[in-house]
Nanobody
Framework: QVQLVESGGGLVQAGESLRLSCAASGSFFSIRDMSWYRQAPGKQRELVASISRGGPTTYADAVKGRFTISRDNAKNTVDLQMNSLKSEDTAVYYC??????????????WGQGTQVTVSS
C-alpha cells in the first residue's frame, strides 16, 4: 500500500556532498516517522537519521554535524543532505517510513535502496 522511492545516490570523492531524496506514495492515512538507514558490505543495517512528523530529529553519532534530514509533509518526502562525506559513509542507503493506513493499522515500509560510494 505504500511505496518508497529513493533517488540521489552516486559516486563522490571524500569531502564532497550528496543529497538523497525519498518520496512516499500509495494509499495511507499518515506518515509518522521517516528515516534513513544504511548498510555497508558485511555490516548490519544502521540508523542514520530520523525525523518525526512534528519535526524532532535523531542522528547517529557518526553523522552528527555533517548530515541533515528534512521532510515535506505536504509532499510526503524526506531528504538527507550529506556533507563532508567520508569513505566510511559508503553504503546502500534505505528510506524507511512508519505510519497508519486508512484502517488505522500501523505500517512500516522500506525503499529499495540507493548506493552511495565515497572514494578517498
Amino acid at each position: 500500500q505504500v511505496q518508497l522511492v529513493e533517488s540521489g545516490g552516486g559516486l563522490v570523492q571524500a569531502g564532497e556532498s550528496l543529497r538523497l531524496s525519498c518520496a512516499a506514495s500509495g494509499s495511507f492515512f499518515s506518515i509518522r516517522d521517516m528515516s534513513w538507514y544504511r548498510q555497508a558490505p558485511g555490516k548490519q543495517r544502521e540508523l542514520v537519521a530520523s525525523i518525526s512528523r512534528g519535526g524532532p530529529t535523531t542522528y547517529a553519532d557518526a553523522v552528527k554535524g555533517r548530515f541533515t534530514i528534512s521532510r515535506d509533509n505536504a509532499k510526503n518526502t524526506v531528504d538527507l543532505q550529506m556533507n563532508s562525506l567520508k569513505s566510511e559513509d559508503t553504503a546502500v542507503y534505505y528510506c524507511y517510513a512508519v505510519g497508519r493506513l486508512f484502517n488505522m493499522r500501523t505500517y512500516d515500509y522500506w525503499g529499495q535502496g540507493t548506493q552511495v560510494t565515497v572514494s578517498s
